[in-house]
């Protein structure tokens, strides 16, 4: 059948070597100038994890180059950074800025670099050329663009949501988990990706990241769940058959009330055994079973009732006993359970109130 850094220290050398095939480049030098006058602060930070610049698509080796790669917010620069290598011809420059500025009352919207504009958290794919200096400049909105969310189901685009900037939601944003109109036969909703990443409801999501940007969700689905229970009386009836499925459950539970008045010629009732793990389910007092829907991992449950003659002849064993019914007790004496009295054998015996009670022979 499931996704921000200080500011930099004036002229750190950041050091970064990649081999590409026949090509490297080394980042460093980064330069942090002051841009207070230009009411920006500076905090590095990306999101990707990943920061600097890198070459790719080498072929042939060039002579050795450097370029800086400059930062600014309205005219002021806000940090440096000198790239220099061994780049190959028709080269892309990829850069994954670490500067994120922020500014009173305004969102930060992304770099432009020669009329493009990337948005915020974008790696930067520009070409290779002879330029001593790249230039990117701080782009800035009033409030993030919206995002719109879509909504597939086996690759079918079924609902679009248009979700805006609002004071309320100005920390981030909260994806609409709805439910698909219609499940595929045998199976359960489970929630909508993204990408590989389950979208939990009421889960928060960045303006920063995701402004104008369009979410593509996926419908998740499982394989139904069902478990079949089976009621065998043992006095010749019909079993009885019922279906539990995922829409029975109620707080992850589901509970099935069982009959102890049960009557057949010269037996006793004495309960009921259950085929499913102890460990999935728990008995009131009111003999009533609770099945924990996600530990049952079965697909049937058979209850069988248990008669027997009403003779108590093994020592330890617990007879689930009604009031009012008389027991015989074999030979030897016999105690039951913790009250500290002792019964001689062959007689019967009756119970004050029906229940479990284990009988240990002296």
Known sequence: MKKNLGQGIKYTAVVLAFV?????????NKEQVNATEAGAT???GNSSGEDGTMLVDDTTTMESWNITVVYCSDEEILEKEIAEGTPSSGATIIISPDVNPTKTD????????????YKANDFLNIQYSDKESIILEAQWKDTPDPVTVNYYVDGELKKEEVIDYKEENKDGFSIPVYEPEENPKGYNFDGWMYKDSKVEDKAIFSWYIYSGRTMDLEASFVEKKEIIVKIDTGDGGDIQR????DEDIENGVFKIELPYDLEKKEFLFGGWSCSAPEEC???TEENEYIFSWDKCNVEEINFI?????????????????REGIPYTLGDGNWKVGDDGYSYSGGRDVFVRS??????TKN
Not at 20 to 28: R, S, Y
Not at 106 to 117: Q, R, S, V
Not at 305 to 321: F, H, I, M, P, R
């Open 20 to 28: 590409i095939m026949a090509g490297f480049f080394i980042l460093g």
């Open 42 to 44: 500076v905090s590095g």
């Open 106 to 117: 305004l969102f930060f919207a992304g770099w432009k670099y020669e009329n493009i504009i």
């Open 242 to 245: 019922s279906i539990y499925t």
């Open 281 to 283: 389910y728990t008995v």
């Open 305 to 321: 009732a248990q008669w027997w003659d009403g003779q108590v002849t093994e020592s330890g064993k617990t007879y689930n006993l």
């Open 354 to 359: 029906s229940g479990s009670y284990t009988f």
